[in-house]
């Protein structure tokens, strides 16, 4: 299948730093790429839809500001979470849907999911 | 509303013995549905997903999942649990149109006794 990897795969840091995380697709472009956060023993919310090209759409209570997502590329999405808290720790998955046309697509809508960056705020 | 609740929070098997995790769905449009396992620390890996066609889908490690339309389900089964199958589980559903996101159930924990 499609990979998609992300960048570091872990990271701890000082409270009021800010923290990169990079969500590659490798073998397909995608248009779109989602970004979900998971916190311990619950499961995945998604934080932000990425389109290439134009302006991430954040979900209710997701601040714009904090989480920076940058998708400069068919094949690279960023998440900075600027000034981090400690309750900003948490498992961050990024996944990408192939568009038409590239030999990855679906029409089902499945994504490829990274295999995810844990953060530590310290 | 569109929700995806997989009722058991916390399941455990002994190993040889059958599996049935359940997942119900709320969605306005047709579902496409997905059964992932996810291990510690780890990311998520597709089991098996249902677009259309045959309501019962084969999907990897010996797992199957059959969607009852009727009863807005898709319950994931394997006849004999190995003890590699401890994990999280988390059923899913999307939609087809680009762009959208996948909705997570907050997924079932498997323990493997032996």
């Known amino acids: 299948g499609a990979v998609v990897s992300q960048h570091p795969s872990r990271v701890i840091c000082k409270s009021g730093t800010s923290v990169k995380i990079e969500c590659r697709s490798l073998d397909f472009q995608a248009t779109t790429m989602f970004w979900y956060r998971q916190f311990p023993k619950q499961s995945l919310m998604l934080m932000a839809t990425s389109n290439e090209g134009s302006k991430a759409t954040y979900e209710q209570g997701v601040e714009k500001d904090k989480f920076l997502i940058n998708h400069a590329s068919l094949t690279l999405s960023t998440l900075t979470v600027t000034s981090a808290h400690p309750e900003d720790s948490s498992f961050y998955i990024c996944?990408?849907?192939?568009?038409?046309?590239?030999?990855?697509?679906?029409?089902?809508?499945?994504?490829?999911f990274g295999p995810g960056t844990r953060l530590t705020v310290l | 509303a569109q929700s995806v609740t997989q009722p058991d929070i916390h399941i455990t098997v002994s190993e040889g013995a059958s599996l049935e995790l359940r997942c119900n769905y709320s969605y306005g449009a047709t579902p496409y549905l997905f059964w992932y396992v996810q291990s510690p620390g780890q990311g998520l890996q597709l089991l098996l997903k249902?677009?259309?066609?045959?309501?019962l889908v084969q999907g990897i490690k010996g797992f199957e999942a059959e969607f009852k339309r009727s009863q807005s389900s898709f319950n994931l089964r394997k006849p004999s649990v190995h003890w590699s199958d401890a994990a999280e589980y988390f059923c899913a559903v999307g939609a087809s149109q680009a762009g959208t996101a996948l909705i997570f159930g907050k997924g079932t924990t498997l323990s493997v006794s032996s």
């Open positions: 996944s990408a849907r192939a568009p038409p046309g590239t030999g990855r697509e679906s029409s089902y809508n499945e994504q490829f």
């Open positions: 249902y677009f259309s066609g045959d309501t």
